[in-house]
Structures are given as C-alpha cells and as structure tokens.
C-alpha cells in the first residue's frame, strides 16, 4: 500500500465537526452568503459576520484627556445638546418648555399658511404612494414569509437541502475563463496610488485666489473636470441653499422672512391672479396669436387672447387687443360687450355707443348702455330708444317697466302687448295694473291671442275669487280645460296640482280646489285610483298645500265614500293640521258611512272628551253600541271614559254588561285592573279566579295574579302563579322575567340564572332574556360572567338594539366611543343604539351634541318613552326654560307608551291616572345622569 492511500485514508481532523458561529465557506475568496436587502441592516444579529470586503477603520483609543468632546451622533440630545456640553447640566424647566411650545405652534401655524403655496407636496406623496403600491420593497414582498418561518421547527431547518449550483460546467463558464478575485492588499495599494493631482494647470491658475461658496480657492484645491463627482457638487449646492434658507427664515426677532419649503413655489406670486405655469402662458399667448393672424375676423380668439392678458395682470395689453378686435369684427357683439367691460366708465359708455352703431337690434348691448348709466332718467331714455329699434323685444319692454312708477308702467304695457302680443307675462303684468273691469278685458283678450296657455285662465279664476265670484272660478276652469284640450294642448296633472299650489299659497283657495277637483282624474286608471290619490294628498301635505290636500280628499270620499282606510287617513290628517271643529265635522260623516268602523267612533269620542264635553262623548259611545252591539273596543272605551271622569260605579257596571254580552280575555283583564286600581283586592282576585279558568293562555291574566300576591308579600303564591302561567305560555318574555326578578329579590341568584337559561332555551334569539341574565351577573358583582353573557348574546342577536345599547356601557370609559361606532355599524336607525349614543355624549360633557342626538332620536321613534325622560331630564339640567317646555309640548304630542323605565313608572298601580304631562317629570326623577 503506497504512502498516498495511507494519507488519503485519514481522517480530517474538521471532518463531522460543527462549523464555527458566522462561518461561510468561501468567505477568504470574496464569497458572501445568500441575503436579501431585508437582511442588511438591523435585520441581521449583532454577532454576524460583515459583508463588507474592506476591513473597519481602527478606532482611535480613547483618550484621558476629559476636555476633547464627543461629537457621535449616538451621543446627541435635541434639547440637551452633545453629552459632555456646557448646556448638559443646565435643567430644562416649565419655562423652556412653554417656550419651545409657543415656538412650535407658531411654526405650525406659518407651515399652515403656506401648506397651499406648495400643491407639490401633495402630488408627491400620492406619487410615491403608488409607486410604492407598484413596486413594493423587497422586505415588503418577503414579510409574510417571515412571520411563516416562526412556525418552522428544528427538525425541518436541519432537513433543508443545501442550495447548489445544478448547472454543469460549461453553463457555469461558457468561455472556459478562469476568474481570480484579486487580494485586498492589491485593491489598497492602488487606492493609495491614486491620488489628486496637486500641480494647477495654466488653465486652473486663473482661478487661484477666486472666493467661492465653499471657502477661498487656493491652488491645490482645484480638481480636473475629470475628476469632478458632479454629484457630490449637486449635493453640497443643496445642503449650502438648506442653510442659507434656515438662516434668513429664523431671524433673531423670531420673525419668518422666507419660507424655506415654499421658497420656490412663492415665484408663483409673479401672476397675481393666475396659477399656472409662466410657459404655458407664453406658449397660449403664441397660439392666440397664431389664430388672430390665420382668421383675423374670429371673435374668440381676440376675446380669448384679451381675457388672458386680464388674468396675467396685463390689463392695457388686453384693452388694446380687445380694441383692435373690435375693428375686426365690428359686426360680433360679443367683442363688443367685452370691451366694454375691460374698459373704464368713460370709454366703456363710448365702446358701447360705437356698438350700437354698428349693431342697432342688438339686445345684449342696449341692456349694457342702460346698464353703464347711473342715473334713472338715463335709464330709461336708453331704454325708451331701444325700443324704437327693437319694438318686439320682451326683455326689453320688462327692463323699461320695471323702471316706471304704476301709471307709466301701466301706459307701457298697454303698448307692450301690442307690440309682443305673444307674451303671457306682459299680459298677466298689465292685468294686474288694471282694475277689475279692465282687467277682465285685458285677460280676454289675452285669451284671443295665446289660447294655448294656462296661466291666463288660472288667473282670471283668481280675479273672480278676489272679488266674490266664487261661482265663476268653477265655470272659468272647466271652460279653460276644455279650450285647452281644443287647442291640442296636453294636460298635465303633476303641473295643474303644483298650480294649484301656488294658488293656495296666493290666498285663492276656491280657485286651487277647483283646479284639483278638474283635474284630478286627469291620467289616472280607474283601479289605480285610490292608491295616486293618496299620494298626491300626502305630496301636497308635505308641501304645506293643506287645502289641495283637503280637496283631494273630499273628492276621493265622493268616489270612494264607502272606503274605511280613506276616511281614517283624511281624519288623521284633519287631527294633524285642521282643527278639532273640522276634525270632528268629518267623523261625523264618517260613521254616517262607515258605522262598523270602531276606530271612526272611537276618534270622535275622544275629541269630544279631550274638549271637556263628557256628555257629547258619551252620546257618541252610545250611538257606536248601537251599530256595534258586541265591540269589545267600544266598550272598554265607555269604561276608560267612566273611569277618567271618577264614575267608578258607571265603569263597573258596564265592565259587568260587558262580561255578560261580549265576554273576552280584555274585558276580563280591564275588570280585574279597575279593581285593582281601585283598592279592592279580593275582588280582583276573584276575578282572576274567574278568568285564567276561561282564558288560561292569556299571559298578562297570570302575570297581574303573580303581582298581587308579589304586592301582600305571599312569595311562594306569587311563584306558583308564574309557574303555572310559564305551563300555559312558554312564550311569554315578560313572565319569564317575572319570575326571574321574584328569585333574584328572594336571594336565589343560581336560581334566577337557571330560569333564564331555561327561557332562552324556549325562546331562542330573544333580546331581552339575555340582556336580563347580562344585568342579573351585573347586579351581583360578576362583570366577567357579565361581559361573557354580553359577548355570546350579541352573537346570538346581532342586530339588537336594546344588547348593543348596555353593552357600550359596559366598556371602560375609553372604549366606549369605539363601541357606539360599532352598535351604529349593526344598527343604525335603533332608537336604543342612538339613545345610547345621546347619553354618550352626555356623560363627555359634550352639550350641543347630546342635543341633536336626543332630537334624532325621538325623530325616529316618539313612542320610546325612555328617550323623552332622558331628553326632559337633560334639560332640566343643562338647558333653559323655553327648551324645557318645548321637550314637554313635543312628548305630549307624541304620547309615548313604550320604554322600560316609562312602563315601570306609567303602569305601576298607584300612577294609573296619571297623564302623560304628569308621567313625564316621574320618569326623569327615576333616571340617573350618565357617567
């Protein structure tokens, strides 16, 4: 065996070991590992080994010597200044502070200023935005892989295959050359070498001596042009213009002289009205001058070329441009009204003189002499020659009345008709100067000469409604329809009805219900008739049109008389905007066609009663038995007005026909209240015996036995009485909180918590069971379980209101606007989301707000009695008497019913009579102020 083998057959001593931390192979050679432009920088470990083929500059050792400061950017404070500083131990105080702030607003506020001079700014960084969104950094690119790689385990990193280079090796070098990188030390020696040349040229020695920016040039300071980096020359330009700006701008009085960011965009101010680029003038100003050369008898371009020289604030270049245009084209009026305008008083009044010269119809430019004179009798003298000219014009004739007392006036538009016997407005002008007999005459003959329109004859119905003729107005709107339609003219409903608007606004209401009552049915399909109807009516309400609503109503009950949903919309709309006297005329015809319409009766019995006439409501009532014998609602009507008015006896007897006749689960019930009202317990409790025998599904009959034995304090009656109405109607929310609350006031909290698990068990997606069990752990100091039943309930009803509303509530005092974004996010028109949002703003002390969304809130829904508690509350506190009145005067209207803290107050047993300006201030007492 040859010695070759034996040493080819040993071992490596480096073989299998690990390699040494930051090793890569080829390092010596000018080889680099595998990195990205991600990994330089701080991405890479402190103890990685440096690409960077040149080795670090030595560092200087530290010196002993204390006095030779240190001047590294790590070692400086923009306050403190260099570490070591003689301003280092000098204490920043309030003082300094308040200081450097004042300084800083007043930089914010300059920077404000000019934040408009520098458009550019604002295009820039759009520019880079999406040229960042185009072309994403490779950090950017790679960064969801890298947060992958936190997944990657030990096994896998060392089961990663080594990257190798799979060409063969003519691909690797296809010429067959040999590359050898050269040593470092060669690289060094020629950088030595290299060096500036020192020795000035005869050229360069010119220059010896010469001061520049940058110090004195002395020879040996200058380079060759070779040799130049003109871009390090383009950087100390910039960093010299930086410090000359920063310089001039802070000044030792703390004035701004220049605005270093705005510098150059303040050339701008060379065009004082103008803010585009000076080329583009110059290149505009060229093409209108190429234009006016080519076609020299081209207004636009002479008009276009002075208005351009105006805005460059060149206004005797424009002059003159606009005169030379004018001796082009003397027959364009549009030059000429522009050089009257660009000219001053004087020579505007003799370019409009050679214009009239020249263009003697032209309109436009005899209003332009009338318009440049300043006295009256000027004026019309301008006019009056006008109209020799041009007799026909309208405008004309309009412009010269209006200047006239009311008999020239009059004089003229006796003329003026003759001369534009087209014009409508020229005869409805003279009608109305005119007296009655003449003016019948002027609208005659006006008829004669333009038969095609309208507004005559609307407004001769006018002038007979003006002076008594009230039966002329039908007749003359009839024949005007009828001529029209002669004529060929189309009748158009929508225009008739806007019309007849304007009619009522005028004060004709004769005239504007005629012109409803003939029209409309103008279009209209015999089964579409009711539906368009109503719309128009509540068009015309929106509108403010009460009388054209009032009309069509009366002329839809003359077709339709017979039709219930007509008559109630018609008696709501005389409740919202007529009077009780009107209100009450047309519930009396009402019934008279419709008797079996409860509602009808029920209306009118109320207003009488609302009016103090006791006995007239009870006629009524009295009148309704007789056509609905068995009305469950009349009857508890008659009861309520007995029981209103302290006829308790009265109520009771007819409570008691009304279980012998028309026996029903209300009737039971509105027994069982009086009595319970009245202080008679065991006859309620009677009763109740009676009713849950006949009508057991009636959830509100166990509910009331609950709470009379809840009221004499027999607890476990009371829990019997929910448990067996809970067997009868599982569905029924309220008892089931009922008996939660019983359980809860005994000290049974686990109990309490299981019957509510069980109600939502039977009642699936029910807002108000989760949001008791939620209050149920908050009332018991368990807010986690709390916000854990909060969070699984608004999974459950998303959309809820009443959940989303205590859960902002719920949220610390930060996070409680971010939860209000979200609740308006799920529910943007809840009364309780918005309620929610008004006591927000209420607990931040944020007044006007609060306000307007307390008042966006009842806008939506006024029955919410909470919100008018809260809303009256708010005012009480934070607003004046006359605001306070308003809340009051709005919640009366509205009559709310519904709200759980109004419904705790307006149904507790001992506020039975109360109204509802009485229940208002209850409430608000009940309420706390939001924190």
């Known amino acids: 065996m040859s010695v070759q083998s034996l040493v080819s057959k040993k071992k490596k001593s480096f073989i299998g070991l690990p390699a040494p931390l930051g090793y890569v192979p080829g390092l010596g050679r000018g080889a680099t590992g595998f990195t990205t432009r991600s990994d330089i920088g701080p991405a890479r470990d402190a103890d990685d080994i440096s690409d960077d083929r040149h080795a670090p500059p030595i560092k200087k050792g530290k010196q002993d010597d ?54 550019f700014e604002k295009k820039l960084r759009e520019d880079l935005e999406k040229y960042r969104q185009e072309r994403p950094k490779i950090q950017q690119q790679f960064s969801d892989l890298k947060r992958d790689l936190a997944s990657v385990s030990v096994d896998e990193w060392n089961t990663l295959p080594e990257v190798g280079d799979a060409r063969n090796r003519k691909q690797r070098n296809p010429r067959g050359e040999k590359f050898t990188p050269i040593p470092d030390s060669v690289l060094a020696r020629a950088a030595a070498s290299t ?24 020879p040996g300071s200058l380079t060759p042009t070779s040799d130049i980096d003109m871009k390090k020359i383009g950087q100390a330009r910039n960093t010299l213009m930086d410090i000359k700006l920063t310089q001039v701008s802070d000044s030792v009085s703390g004035q701004t002289v220049v605005d270093p960011k705005g510098y150059l965009t303040d050339l701008q101010s060379m065009l004082p009205s103008h803010g585009g680029d000076i080329n583009d003038v110059k290149k505009a100003r060229t093409l209108l001058k190429s234009v006016r050369e080519t076609n020299p008898k081209h207004p636009p371009a002479w008009i276009a070329s002075a208005r351009l020289e105006e805005v460059t604030g060149k206004v005797q270049a424009a002059r003159n441009l606009i005169m030379k245009g004018c001796e082009e084209c003397t027959k364009s009026e549009d030059v000429w009204l522009e050089s009257a305008r660009l000219m001053p008083g004087d020579q505007a009044k003799a370019i409009v003189a050679q214009a009239v010269r020249q263009l003697p119809q032209s309109v436009r430019i005899w209003s332009k002499a009338a318009e440049l004179e300043t006295e009256l009798k000027a004026k019309k003298k301008v006019y009056r020659k ?161 009388e054209c609503a009032r009309a069509i109503y009366a002329h839809a009950l003359s077709i339709f008389p017979s039709k219930k949903s007509i008559w109630l919309q018609a008696a709501y709309f005389e409740k919202n905007h007529g009077s009780r006297e009107s209100l009450e005329a047309l519930l009396q015809r009402a019934v008279a066609h419709c008797p079996k319409a409860e509602v009808l009766w029920l209306m009118g019995a109320k207003s009488k009663w609302l009016a103090g006439d006791v006995p007239a409501a009870r006629s009524i009532l009295a009148l309704a038995f007789q056509a609905n014998p068995n009305s469950e609602e009349i009857w508890l009507a008659a009861v309520k007005l007995e029981s209103e008015n302290n006829e308790y006896e009265r109520a009771r007897r007819l409570l008691q026909k009304a279980r012998a006749s ?12 009086l009595e319970w009202c009245l202080g008679e317990i065991e006859n309620a409790k009677r009763l109740l015996e009676e009713a849950v025998k006949h009508y057991s599904d009636f959830a509100k009959l166990w509910m009331m036995k609950g709470q009379i034995e809840e009221q004499q304090k027999r607890v476990d009656a009371a829990r019997d009485a ?112 918005l309620l929610a949002a008004s006591k927000l703003f209420w607990s931040e002390r944020k007044i006007n707000k609060a306000r307007d969304w307390f008042h966006r809130t009842v806008k939506i829904d006024p029955d919410l009695g909470d919100t008018w508690g809260y809303f009256y509350k708010f005012e009480l506190l934070h607003g004046d008497e006359e605001s306070q009145r308003e809340v009051k005067r709005k919640c009366l209207n509205a009559e709310p019913h519904h709200g759980e803290e109004w419904c705790l107050v307006s149904k507790h047993i001992q506020n039975w009579r109360l109204k509802t300006e009485q229940l208002l201030p209850l409430v608000s007492e009940s309420l706390a102020v939001p924190t």
């Not at 020795?199 to 920016?213: E, F």
């Not at 028309?662 to 209240?673: G, H, I, L, W």
């Not at 999974?795 to 939860?819: D, H, V, Y």
């Open 722 to 833: 929910y448990n067996q109405g809970l067997k009868k109607c599982p569905s029924s929310i309220f008892l089931w909180l009922l008996l939660s609350r019983l359980e809860e006031k005994n000290g049974q909290l686990i109990k309490s918590r299981s019957i509510l698990e069980k109600a939502r068990l039977k009642n699936t997606q029910c807002a108000d069971l989760w949001l008791e069990a939620v209050r149920v752990e908050k009332r018991g100091g368990l807010k986690n379980i709390a916000q854990t039943l909060m969070a699984k309930a608004l999974q459950e009803c998303q959309n809820s209101g009443i959940l989303w509303a205590e859960a902002i509530f719920m949220e610390p005092r930060p996070q409680r606007k971010t939860k209000s974004v979200d609740a308006l996010r799920k529910c943007e028109h809840d009364p309780h989301v």
């Open 662 to 673: 028309a026996p029903t689960a209300r009737v039971m019930m509105k027994s069982v209240k």
């Open 66 to 119: 204390d006095d030779e400061e240190d001047l590294n950017e790590a070692n400086f404070d923009e306050f403190a200044g260099y570490g070591g500083s003689l301003c280092t131990n000098d204490p920043y105080d309030k003082d300094d502070e308040e200081a450097d702030a004042i300084y800083e607003d007043i930089d914010k506020r300059m920077d404000e200023k000019r934040r408009d001079r520098r458009p």
């Open 386 to 546: 006008a109209l020799e000219h041009l007799p026909n014009s309208v405008r004309l004739w309009k412009l010269a009345v209006e200047l006239e007392d009311q008999e020239d006036a009059r004089i003229m538009l006796s003329r003026a008709v003759e001369c534009c016997p087209t014009s409508v407005e020229l005869w409805l002008a003279l009608a109305r100067l005119e007296n009655y007999e003449n003016a019948r005459k002027v609208l005659n003959k006006a008829r004669e000469s333009i038969p095609t329109d309208r507004q005559i004859w609307i407004t001769a119905a006018k002038l007979e409604e003006a002076h008594g003729n009230i039966h002329m107005v039908e007749k003359i709107i009839d024949r005007a329809l009828s001529s029209l339609r002669a004529n060929m003219v189309e009748i158009n409903r929508e225009q008739w009805i806007k019309d007849a608007e304007d009619c009522e606004k005028s004060g004709s209401i004769n005239t504007c219900q005629e012109i409803v009552r003939a029209v409309i049915g103008v279009g209209v399909e015999e089964e579409d008739r009711k539906h368009s109807w109503m719309e128009d009516a509540e068009s015309c309400g929106t509108h403010g049109a009460y």
């Open 195 to 218: 060096g500036s040349n020192n020795v000035l040229s005869d050229r360069d020695q010119k220059y010896a001596g010469l001061t520049s920016p940058f110090g004195t040039i002395t």
